[in-house]
């Protein structure tokens, strides 16, 4: 008779290979490879009764089959075996992740349905959450992160290109001319933008200092800045620390990208999606601004040995912001809306342009973190 | 201090110890010997353990014969030498330290998980009084990307609420070499 262990064995065996595919590129293989470890898991997870004694190993096995139907791509055989494994009796956090990766499921099949084709040199960001229910996104959750992403990619580029970051001053033109990137249509009726980005048409500089002395293909900047994202929103995002040599870049790009993520009911989830050889690659952010702020912070340089982590909010305006001298930080200062009260908030440079200014003179609310007597800027956003 | 020797590590045994497919252990153990090498040690490195309160060491070895050292310093790079290679050091420590005797995985959207279990669990249930496994590796420590912090980390992504399973956290750190261990329960 067949059991679990003569099958879930063969099927994880199978899904290392078809991950490794993955890795390598190779996306037709990894497909193949992923529906017949599916095959496997499933018939190994329906081997086992609905009942309390075959916990945990019943939901482990269908929250296993389920992902390897999520990375096959077949949504609806995702949808039945997560149905299956929170039919049974799942420990808390299994229930959780079979939870999790059902709005994954909803999310990448809301992505498939969009009816946007792509194409290589295009670009994808979906919202997903109570605040798009009706088929509408208000145009402030929509904007914003328009903005943020393009942002986000510029300075990827200015990373890659091996550029010192950029403290003032905008996109040098050359850039801009070089690796312009358009929005291309927002989808009606929905809460997606395509994005569409130029292939650099190279000249001499008349400023050699303006001169870029790497090309970097626009669509590796848009695959470096999805990498990115997804170990951010993966299980190991202390891995992201790895993948910059410029600690300045790193603080931007987290900060930057906290500000993308969802904010919680309004947008649960931020999606991408590109096409690469003929394959898409869709990203979600599924972990809230929150929940990125207790993912990330302790690897952050900034925060010293044996400082304690406990988040001050408040709210007011933001009267005052100015650049950093010579140090690390700038600082702003904030109006508490209730009590008048002003407090100097210290920012890391890495966040002062692309990040805090924008919400000078806004209503907002601030996230700090308190290191000897001394306030520092954690998060910001407007206060709805 | 006298630096006792508790053990060996010996890559050479990831497929038994680990149950994993011949390719898999061989892919874990060249990316393990990649860092290794990478990080300027040889076949025989003392690593330091620090498990809960107790510093141990053991000796990392593995089989040189049929190495290709060539075709190894191309196969790997510093992200996946210290992802496979912490894995792999990751469970054998596991392994020779804990009273589990298996390792189990799962998929998930990501990857493959571990697990830690037991040979003599009945076919069906493979998962039967299971532990997590989590994993984390660095190349190189310092000021920025240090082996506490990532502890820390770990243990603060497994919920406070999760108390089915208990949680084994190991950091590896290939430069000096050390790893940390952690059991959360």
Known sequence: MTTVNDLHPKAMDLAEMAFCHRRKGDEEKAKSLFTDALRLEQQAALLLPADRASEPSRSILFRSAASLAYNGRDYEAADWLIANGLAGFPPPEIKEELKNLYEDVNFMRHLAASGISLNENQWLMTLSGNATAYGLAPVDHLMFRVEKVTILFYRTLERLLGKPYRTSRGISKEIRDNYALYVKAFVPASFAVSFQFGQPHWQLSLLPEDEIANIVAPESVVDEVMDCLQILDGSQPENLRGKFNDETYYENFVGLAKQIAPDGDSIQLVGFKSIRNGQEKPVALRKSREALREAIQPVRANLSEGAIWQPNTYRGILKYASSAGVGKHGTVKLTETETGVVHEIRVPIALMKDVVQPYYEELVKVVTRSEKGKLYLEEVSLDS | ?185
Request: charged fraction near 25%.
């Open chain 2, 1 to 185: 201090m006298e630096e006792y020797i508790s053990g060996s590590l010996r890559l050479d045994d990831l497929q038994t110890l680990a149950q994993v497919t011949e390719g898999k252990a061989k892919h874990l153990r060249e990316a393990s010997i990649w860092a290794l090498l990478f990080c300027e040690h040889s076949n025989g490195v003392k690593i330091r353990v620090l498990d809960g309160g107790n510093q141990v060491f053991y000796v990392m070895n593995w089989r040189e014969e049929n190495l290709d050292l060539d075709a190894l310093s191309r196969s790997y790079n510093q992200d996946d030498a210290t992802e496979f290679g912490a894995e792999a050091i990751a469970i054998l420590l596991c392994i020779e330290r804990t009273s589990y005797d298996a390792v189990e995985r799962s998929s998930t959207t990501t990857g493959i998980d571990y697990w830690l279990g037991f040979k003599d669990r009945s076919p069906n249930e493979p998962f039967h009084r299971a532990g997590r496994l989590e994993i984390s590796g660095i190349m190189r420590e310092n000021q920025s990307n240090k082996v506490s912090t990532r502890v820390k980390e770990k243990l603060r992504q497994t919920k406070p609420t999760d108390r089915t399973f208990p949680v084994y956290v190991v950091v590896v750190e290939f430069s000096q070499p050390y790893a940390t261990m952690v059991l959360k329960t």
